[in-house]
């Protein structure tokens, strides 16, 4: 596997890492078989998050790939609070995701 490829795989880990995120919020209302059905997703997407993780991190360095993992998951669960479950999209919540957004990119660029 490439390094190219490795990053790749990191960047569905931490999309993956969003999907369990907006899973778990989506168990707050839920219930009877509907409840279920997303702590299942939950799981799922738990699973293949922390596999595709493991697998990036077989060729790109652990201290770049947990961060860039967690930011991914960070930016992407603000972003699901926002547009899913009507949370603030206020000034300096966008202010500090985008510094994290940056941060994440510095990684890119120097790792």
Do not use: Q
Not at 78 to 85: A, D, K, S, T
């Amino acid at each position: 596997m490439n390094t190219t490829l490795s990053w790749i795989i990191l960047v569905l880990a931490g999309c993956m890492e969003v999907s369990f995120t907006f899973c778990l919020g989506k168990t707050k209302t839920a219930s009877g078989h509907e409840l279920w059905g997303w702590w299942g997703g939950f799981l799922l997407a738990l699973g293949l998050s922390m596999f595709l993780m493991a697998k990036a991190a077989e060729r790109l360095p652990i201290g770049t790939v947990y961060p860039v993992w967690t930011g991914i998951g960070a930016v992407g669960a603000v972003l699901v609070g926002i547009i899913f479950f009507d949370e603030p999209a206020s000034f300096w919540r966008i202010f500090f995701i985008t510094t994290l957004i940056l941060s994440i990119i510095g990684l890119k660029v120097l790792g």
